[in-house]
């Protein structure tokens, strides 16, 4: 573990280095190398390659408009990916953040009633919880979580798996594994003495629905066959989940010793290599930049699989 440790705090990587002292090491904020590591980040790539397609004090990427195509150099995917590469703050972050907040929610519904999701595009069906989970946990990473706007989308997306569950239009109106990963990691951000009644009750659908098959079967009701993806492990994630994500969001929501989160435990191990690395097995196509050779080991993803070993109580010295 501390050759493993060594290399993931090398400074080549500030953002590795910064989600190691933090994630792994429990180092608080305001311990100055976490301060100094975080501060790097937007300097070195990826996050510089991306901070520099933006338009120059605009907020946004490629053109103003909802920001979710093209996939993935428009808007959300940006702040979502400087979200998983903990980014600081900084004056482009914010931008990017309130112009989000601003342009890429569904302020009303059809009758003229409070929505406020996220969107993908003009119509109610592209709120999907995928987009909703991955923006309303990026940000709060980025800042933005008790921001008025971000907590009216919150509540919206609460109300909506209230009323349809995590039913998905581009899964055949099914209910969506991946959706309930993504909007679970967003709603564990909350304190549990602050979720309101319709969050706590959308966080026990989401598990239900994830430990509702065994996670290393995937068979949740799909309208095409199981994707491969869900066992190919990735950084950064988009709107796609693997079990790696959903074993990580079950221990932290106090599932750890269920028996398909434990058989996740050795699916994992499997995959170490001999250095005690994991590899990057997938991205996103068409970014700003690079996050790695597929095929090579990855500190994003090791620090992915040392984290939910964590969670789940598996972490070896």
Request: net charge positive; proline share 6%.
């Amino acid at each position: 573990m501390a050759e493993l440790l060594t290399w993931l705090l090398e400074p080549e990587n500030p953002s590795a280095r910064y989600l190691t002292l933090t994630e792994l090491l429990d180092r608080a904020p305001g311990d100055p190398d976490v301060a100094a590591a975080r501060a790097a980040i937007p300097n070195v790539k990826p996050a510089r390659a991306i901070l520099d397609a933006q338009f120059a004090g605009s907020g946004y990427w490629i053109k103003p408009d909802v920001g979710y195509s093209p996939k993935y150099r428009a808007t959300v995917w940006q702040v979502v990916f400087l979200a998983q590469l903990g980014a600081p703050p900084i004056e482009a972050v914010r931008r990017a953040c309130d112009y989000v907040l601003d342009h890429s929610r569904r302020l009303t519904d059809r009758r003229g009633n409070l929505d406020g999701r996220f969107v993908a595009g003009k119509a109610a069906r592209t709120a999907v919880n995928c987009l909703n989970g991955n923006l309303l946990w990026s940000l709060g990473q980025l800042g933005h979580g008790d921001d008025p706007r971000t907590v009216e989308a919150r509540g919206a997306t609460a109300q909506a798996i209230l009323k349809r569950g995590f039913a998905c239009h581009y899964n055949g109106d099914l209910p969506c594994a991946w959706g309930g990963v993504k909007v679970l990691r967003a709603f564990l951000e909350v304190p549990s003495g602050e979720r309101s009644a319709a969050v706590a009750t959308a966080m026990e659908r989401g598990v239900k629905l994830l430990l509702g098959v065994p996670l290393l079967e995937a068979t949740y009701p799909t309208s095409s066959q199981i994707s491969d993806r869900w066992f190919e492990l990735g950084f950064p994630l988009a709107y796609q989940a693997d079990v790696l994500e959903a074993m990580t969001i079950l221990a932290q929501s106090g599932h750890a010793g269920h028996p398909d989160v434990q058989a996740g435990v050795e699916w994992l191990l499997s995959k170490q290599d001999t250095n005690g690395r994991w590899t990057l097995e997938q991205v996103p196509g068409k970014t700003w930049s690079s996050f790695g050779r597929v095929g090579q080991p990855s500190k994003w993803v090791t620090l992915r699989a040392l984290q939910s070993l964590k969670a789940v109580g598996a972490l070896r010295a």
